[in-house]
């Protein structure tokens, strides 16, 4: 068990490092870009702005500073788990990020699920049919790879949403009916709020999905052990489940964690489509009213996602495959 | 022969770019007719709703779209390759600082920080491709690394070496023919992706403002709900179908061929 702990360990630490860094840059984009970041508060204009205002300003955003205690402050109210207050909401920006993350984890969550299980069904099962069908299978998945996530939502909009009594266009809920939170009609209203964004996260997903399983398929088809499974009398079906796909499973885990983690932010432009009130609507809103604080706590959240997902995937990767649980 | 397809569609593209300006029917920033007019022989794409002609518009459209992501994509491989054979060649610690910078820049989500970077910078084309190439570099530097390590432990170049062959006589006559293909492949991903994200950043609003582009024509279709009547048939079709026409010939491109690896 010795090494497992110090491969955990191992990670642990490239983890932190990684998020040191990234919590810097973090720290560093607003103040190193051309221009006082109070200028923005004001209309972006230096000669009509009053000094006294800006200094009035630049005293309450803790500005006027050197960079080296502005750096200590963050970090210090980065422990206390104060991401600041935005100005936009009028709200602690923990709290609004609280309140994105459910949507954000719903919407991503069903896609990623939907399409892991349609990629890997359609990856292996053209490949497994041979020829004609993996071209077939080859082309849909790259056709639907080309095709921008934000249109497909359009085109779909237009398609199911645009006519009385049909989906939803907007939003994750009916903000006029008060439903009563996980009662039945809430969860009907959810759910069909939930189709259109979560059916273009999921075509949009599914084509790479698609083609990492052909890819690690092909790798494990010459294997000689697929010939001693078939040898055995084994039924197709089981060779393909239990020992082709198995095996080929394994680069598989570290796509999908890599994807899920870039659900927490990279959704942005569906969820801007269909105003899905998720992080990634947050975000793009706080570039539109230059919410600072809020930027800045979006991103850390999403980088901090992003960066979870990884080291898990990394970590389930090496779990699974017995060839490295030995080393490191 | 994909590869062939490829070639016909970005070269169609690289054409209906230059020759915009000659072949639109109008001039797509004036007012030339009614809003919201359906295809008629006199605008076979309709009008939009500030009466611009959309068949004007998203011919114009093809020019921002390729400039922008064949910039980035030339920037991004620079710095990319730069950075691998940095990686692979230089001294232990700046080998070691550069693979670092690597594997960090490399988790930072892309679009998100472009989002974020689009907020600060302000909304310019070059403001837009050099955050684009800033934050695009760590695929291409990580892949051109190992390959670089995988052609260094061959014999040929320890061979080279003894008998005194420089590093730059090693690079350009070993290293360089063993990764050109690759710094292909990944120059025309960089493409690919600058592409869609360029097209992302100006359907959300936030590309350069006065230059219209396949996205932001989806911005303004979307922002005026084109979706609920038939106008989403000539106003949001043609731009999303062009973006994904030229994504699918830059894939098909730089796809390697593989029916000669076929094990079936």
Redesign the interface.
Request: glycine share 10%; hydrophobic share 60%.
């Given at each position: 068990m010795s090494h497992t702990i110090r491969l955990v360990g191992v990670r642990a630490v490239?983890f932190l490092?990684?998020l040191w860094?990234?919590l810097s840059?973090n720290f560093l984009?607003?103040r190193l870009?051309p221009g006082d970041p109070t200028l923005f508060l004001l209309g972006g204009d230096i000669e009509t702005a009053d000094p006294a205002v800006v200094e009035t300003l630049r005293a309450r955003y803790g500005l006027n500073h050197s960079l080296s205690t502005q750096y200590l402050l963050y970090w210090q109210n980065l422990l206390r788990g104060d991401l600041g207050y935005s100005l936009q909401r009028r709200q602690p920006v923990a709290d609004v990020i609280a309140g994105k993350l459910p949507w954000t984890l719903l919407l991503g969550g069903t896609s990623l699920f939907l399409a892991t299980v349609l990629g890997i069904g359609l990856g292996a099962w053209c490949t497994w049919r041979?020829?004609i069908f993996?071209t077939a299978g080859l082309g849909l998945a790259?056709?639907l790879?080309?095709?921008?996530a934000?249109?497909v939502g359009?085109?779909l909009?237009?398609n199911f949403?645009?006519r009385p009594g049909s989906l939803p266009?907007y939003g994750a809920y009916t903000p006029w009916k008060d439903f009563a939170p996980f009662s039945t009609d809430w969860l009907w209203d959810v759910g069909q709020h939930l189709i259109l964004p979560a059916v273009t996260l999921t075509l949009a997903l599914v084509g790479d999905i698609t083609l990492l399983t052909n890819a690690a398929l092909?790798d494990v088809?010459?294997e000689p052990y697929l010939i001693t499974a078939r040898g055995k009398g084994l039924r197709e079906r089981t060779v393909l489940f239990r020992h082709a796909l198995r095996n080929a499973m394994l680069p598989l885990v570290a796509r999908i964690g890599l994807m899920a983690?870039?659900m927490?932010?990279?959704s942005?432009?569906v969820e801007?489509?269909f105003s899905y009130p998720g992080l990634?609507l947050m975000?793009?809103d706080?570039?539109?009213a230059?919410d600072?604080a809020l930027?800045q706590g979006?991103?850390l959240v999403?980088?901090l996602a992003?960066?979870a997902a990884?080291t898990a995937a990394d970590l389930l990767y090496r779990l699974l495959d017995p060839r490295l649980r030995t080393g490191t | 022969m994909t590869t062939r397809v490829g070639l016909v569609i970005v070269v169609c593209f690289a054409l209906m770019a230059l020759l915009a300006p000659s072949i639109a029917p109008y001039d797509p920033y004036e007012r030339v007719g009614k809003p919201f007019q359906r295809p008629s022989a006199l605008h076979w794409l309709g009008t939009n709703d500030v009466g611009h002609d959309i068949l004007s518009e998203l011919l114009v459209g093809a020019r921002v779209t390729l400039f922008v992501s064949v910039i980035v994509g030339l920037l991004t491989t620079a710095i990319g390759a730069v950075m691998g054979l940095l990686a692979a060649y230089g001294s232990p610690v700046l080998s070691a600082l550069v693979q670092?910078a690597i594997?960090?820049a490399i988790?930072?989500?892309r679009?998100?920080?472009v989002?974020?970077?689009?907020?600060?910078?302000g909304r310019g084309l070059t403001a837009l491709i050099l955050v684009l190439a800033a934050v695009s570099w760590p695929g291409i530097a990580r892949v051109v690394h190992a390959q670089t390590l995988t052609i260094c432990r061959h014999e040929y170049i320890t061979a080279a070496r003894s008998i005194g062959a420089g590093p730059f006589w090693i690079a350009r006559m070993h290293l360089w023919p063993g990764v050109r293909t690759l710094v292909w492949t990944q120059f025309l991903l960089a493409v690919n992706s600058a592409a869609?994200s360029e097209?992302?950043l100006s359907?959300?609003?936030?590309g350069d403002a006065t230059r219209k582009s396949w996205g932001t024509m989806?911005h303004y279709?979307?922002a005026r709900s084109?979706?609920?009547?038939n106008a989403?048939c000539w106003w949001?079709?043609p731009?999303?179908l062009c973006?994904?026409?030229f994504?699918?010939g830059l894939?098909?491109l730089g796809?390697p061929s593989d029916s000669r690896s076929?094990?079936?």
């Open positions: 490239t490092a990684t860094v990234i840059i984009i607003p870009m041979g020829r993996e790259i056709g790879n080309a095709m921008p934000f249109w359009i085109l909009l237009a949403a645009s266009s092909r088809i010459p983690g870039l927490f932010g990279g942005t432009l801007s489509v990634g975000l793009y706080a570039v539109i230059r600072f930027l979006g991103l999403i980088v992003v960066l990884n | 670092a594997n960090t988790v930072i989500p679009l998100p920080l989002i974020v970077a689009a907020a600060y910078t869609l097209a992302g359907f959300l609003g936030l989806l279709a979307h084109a979706f609920l009547t989403w949001v079709l731009p999303g973006l994904a026409l994504l699918l894939m098909l796809r076929n094990n079936h």
